[in-house]
């Protein structure tokens, strides 16, 4: 099963992803980075639902090899995200608003749970809910090669601010972007403990009309639940 923390980078990484405007670059100067901003920003504008297939891979810090998994994201404003992981195990992911519901038929268990809990902020719930940018709550810089990787992606690094006296747990996020469409093609995600996250997209479907319905989880009968302190 899931743990609390691999649960906490799972739905912020959907949140990432797709469903946050980048908004100000107070600290960039770069005109390229500043064209690739408002690229971004013009396609989270012009998206109101999206689902795409994933492969997350988290290297836990002190081990060699990583945990690799695999499913759908679905996502739809304001506020609803879901992930489906398929492989190696079944496991559901519900977020609606602050409402946080993962389930593991395997298991036949629901974890319930509230996001501002989960993430430590109320930031996550906010760009969730499309009132916050990224610029709220990291400083965005360009890549160190001049805003593009070897595979020429266009790609920007987001370092967190800091908040009030709590320590940050994140050292930085790289997203990777296809020049073409410019969503999200990939997020890696650098933990201070040394774990990394990473996840790559593929196949991904913008404005098809997606029902609430979809994003939305009812607790079958017989299903223990489980609320989070």
């Known amino acids: ?24 670059t107070s600290a960039a100067s770069v ?3 500043e064209d690739i901003v408002a690229k971004v920003d013009a396609r989270y504008a012009q998206t109101k639902d999206l689902q795409a297939d994933f492969v997350q891979e988290t290297i836990l810090e002190g081990f ?9 994201l ?16 079944e496991e559901q992911i519900y977020v609606n608003g602050d409402q946080v519901m993962m389930y593991v038929p395997e298991h036949q268990q629901v974890v319930k749970g509230a996001l501002t809990q989960m993430a430590a902020s109320k930031g996550p719930l906010a760009l969730l809910q499309g009132a916050g940018n990224l ?5 965005i ?12 992606f266009p790609s920007l690094t987001l370092v ?3 908040v009030d006296q709590t320590p940050p747990t994140i050292k930085k996020i790289v997203l990777k972007l296809f020049p073409d469409t410019y ?6 995600l650098f933990e201070v403990s040394g774990n990394i996250s990473h996840v790559m997209f593929d196949h991904i479907q913008a404005n098809t009309g997606l029902s609430s319905s979809q994003l939305t989880f009812d607790v079958p009968p017989d299903v223990v639940v489980v609320e989070l302190p």
Request: one cysteine or more; glycine letters at 8%; charged letters at 20%.
């Open 31 to 33: 005109s390229v980075m």
């Open 183 to 188: 969503f999200i093609q990939g997020i890696t």
């Open 64 to 72: 060699t090899t990583g945990f690799t998994s695999s499913g759908r």
């Open 1 to 24: 099963m899931m743990s609390l923390p691999f649960l906490r980078w799972a739905i912020y990484l959907g949140i990432i992803c797709f469903m946050m405007p980048v908004s100000d």
């Open 160 to 162: 967190p601010k800091p």
């Open 74 to 89: 679905y996502l739809k404003k304001p506020g609803l995200l879901r992930w489906d992981y398929l492989h190696p195990s």
């Open 141 to 152: 810089l360009e890549s160190a090669d001049g805003s593009k990787d070897n595979e020429k």
């Open 135 to 139: 610029s709220q709550q990291f400083t």
